[in-house]
């Protein structure tokens, strides 16, 4: 019989180490996944800008809300990998607004877009968005921000800093504008991306590239991510 209990006992010993050392290992499993998500639990709004209806910018051939589709899904990829919730406005060639609307398409448009930005309640707010003017010669992509908070320049200037480090495409700064619908709207931290101009016949050559959009998308998520981490705030 007392062998019996020690026995037992002994089991309960060893089960206890067995469950200690399970925990420990997820606790450090948690850790190192966490390690590697520097974006985890963060959740970003975004934007492809227009859609539908609603071409944007032409150069060329090319209508801006093709192009700004692909990089804002290559900027999902880039921050999901990352560990971020991604809400997109858009995932396909549509617009916000109801077919039937009797009313300015646009508006309803961006009204909509506004309301779920704000419903989503995120970190940050990205709107891709493609540039085209008629003096051909102007190229290289720009980070807007609207200058109501400080934390929008913040997100602004990081971005700004990782096109230019990474694409190379741009000695230009990272710039306030308050007229922007979306960014006048939205109650997060948030910036809007020119990725380049579509009026200038080498940029829109990069521009519908595959690897080019994937730079483009990747600059603008490692300028969201630096955003989140405590490094210096890059100058302009
Ligand atoms: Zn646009």
Redesign the pocket.
Known sequence: MRRRWLFWGCMMIVLGFIIIAGVKWMVSWHASQNWHSPLAGRVIVVDA??GGPDG??VGGSTE?KEI?LKIAKDVRHYLQEMGALVVMTRDNDTDLSDDDYEGRHKRQDLVRRAELINKTHPDAFISV???AIPMPTLHGAQTFYHPKYSENRKLALFIQDSIKRNLGNTTRFAKPISHVYLLKKSEAPSALV?VGFLSNEQERALLVQRDYQKQAAASIGQGVMRYFTNEKVPSD
Request: hydrophobic share 20%.
């Open positions: 800008g227009h944007g910018a801006e700004t968005h493609l540039n020119e």
